[in-house]
């Protein structure tokens, strides 16, 4: 929707939150966003709004960002499990070296 609106826009940065939460929850039973609210037990009782609803979604899918965000150490540790391969923020690999 963004490049329909806003043509040749590239964001700054991805972070890919099931990506994320694949990394910091391997083992979970799954990945959709009630399953991971449920897993990291976040309280969205003060969440005004419904479930489904795209105001609701976005605050909770935001919750749980900053959630398996508060699991990563440094920026970079995270951006390694959250960044896809090709994409914006993506780390790239360190340059060798050279005499020149």
């Known amino acids: ?4 609106h806003l043509p040749g826009w590239q964001p700054a940065g991805v972070l890919d939150t ?5 990394a910091t ?3 979970a039973s ?9 897993l990291a037990g976040i309280d969205l009782a003060a ?3 419904q479930r489904h609803r795209a105001a609701f979604d976005a605050r909770a899918a935001a ?8 699991r990563y150490a440094t920026w ?6 959250a960044v896809p391969p090709r994409m914006p923020g993506h ?4 340059e060798q070296p050279t005499l020149w």
């Open 18 to 22: 099931l990506r994320l939460a694949r």
């Open 1 to 4: 929707m963004l490049l329909r």
């Open 91 to 94: 780390p790239l690999p360190q």
């Open 76 to 81: 970079g540790t995270l951006i390694a499990a």
């Open 63 to 70: 919750l749980l960002l900053l959630h398996l965000a508060e």
């Open 30 to 38: 799954g990945y959709g966003l009630d399953a991971l609210i449920e």
């Open 25 to 27: 929850y391997p083992k």
């Open 47 to 49: 969440v005004p709004g």
